[in-house]
């Protein structure tokens, strides 16, 4: 009996211990998988490899995904030098004051209209700028440029459409100019006023300038050799007649005015041979005084012209 019983713990205790080896070897493979899912879970993880193209095409040496920016305007700068009216030859009499600032209304190549004001000072009749306007470079139209004290427009650039007093001046708006680094504008500027006036609409012209202080001056030519006649008013402002012949030529001229010459030429003069008529009218001895224009009032060159000889006709053979 203690012999089966002896023999029945060894075969409990061999199957115990045979159990528990092969609980150890089963436990010991387990590391080897879990490494082996480990190292499949991180593949899993790794992000898949983009098969796509990276690089995005883009316009010129652009780097990918880069948005080009429209390119800023460069700009210039643009100043003025103009003389402004005498006292006494004010066309047609201006408000009283001394321009301390210009406005430039200029369009640019694009069609944008720029209006810039800056700072000016007056010396002698002569106004200039005193800062320079920011105007883009290249090609543009100067529409306007005004000379300002405080919000009035005391002068102006005449506009071409003022035909009278166009006239008078060597620069009319608009025209085109090239602005660069620094442009500088000229051109003299006239008195400017829009106030209300009790005249006709005809008697007034583009810009705000009334026709009604100027007046015509009446020239009667006589003489067919007479080939130019000019005016000059103030010393500064000069108009040419070309006549074709005998008759009365007329040109609007200031109501106001220092000094105003007219004189005559000839071909004979122009080579230095023969003299010139002149007439001179003053602020205190004006044209046509009292406005009523007659033919006293007429400015008349009598020249007698030397007879032109001409060779006998040959005889035809």
């Known amino acids: 009996m203690k ?4 023999t029945f713990i060894f075969v409990l205790t061999f199957t115990f211990f045979g159990c528990e080896k092969e609980e150890a070897t089963t436990l010991e493979a387990k590391p080897d998988k879990i490494e082996d899912v480990k190292n499949a879970e991180e593949q899993s993880e790794e992000p898949e490899e983009d098969t796509s193209d990276e690089s995005t095409e883009t316009d ?4 990918p995904g880069e948005v ?19 006292d006494t030859s004010k066309v047609p009499s201006c408000k009283s004051g001394v321009p301390d600032a210009v406005i430039f209304i200029i369009t640019d190549a694009t069609g944008i209209t720029h209006t810039e004001s800056v700072p000016a000072s007056e010396t002698n009749g002569l106004v200039s700028t ?34 009278d007093l ?34 006709p609409n005809d008697a007034l012209v583009d810009g705000g300038f009334g026709t009604q202080r100027l007046q015509t001056l009446w020239i009667d030519v006589k003489g067919e050799c007479i080939d130019i006649i000019t005016v000059t008013i103030d010393n500064n402002r000069v108009l ?7 008759g ?17 030429y000839t071909p004979e003069f122009q080579s230095g041979i023969n003299d010139f008529e002149v007439f001179t009218f003053t602020t205190q001895d004006p044209y046509n005084e009292d406005g009523i224009l007659d033919v006293n009032d007429l400015v008349q060159f009598t020249y007698e012209c030397p007879l032109e000889e001409f060779p006998d006709d040959e005889e035809d053979f």
């Open 3 to 6: 012999k089966v019983w002896y």
């Open 60 to 63: 010129g040496n652009e780097a």
């Open 68 to 86: 080009e920016e429209p390119l800023e305007a460069q700009f210039g700068l643009v100043s003025y030098l103009g003389r402004i009216p005498s």
């Open 130 to 163: 005193t800062v320079s306007a920011p105007i883009p470079l290249g090609q543009n139209t100067v529409n306007e440029i005004l000379l300002m004290r405080g919000n009035d427009t005391l002068y102006a650039i005449p506009n071409i459409n003022d035909f």
């Open 240 to 246: 040419e007649i070309f006549p074709f012949g005998n």
């Open 248 to 264: 009365l030529y007329d040109i609007p001229i200031p109501e106001d005015y220092n000094r105003m010459d007219i004189r005559a």
């Open 166 to 199: 166009a006239r008078f001046t060597d620069v009319t708006v608009p025209f085109d100019v090239e602005v660069t680094e620094n442009t500088e504008l000229g051109g003299d500027a006239f008195c400017y006023s829009k106030k209300e006036i009790d005249v």
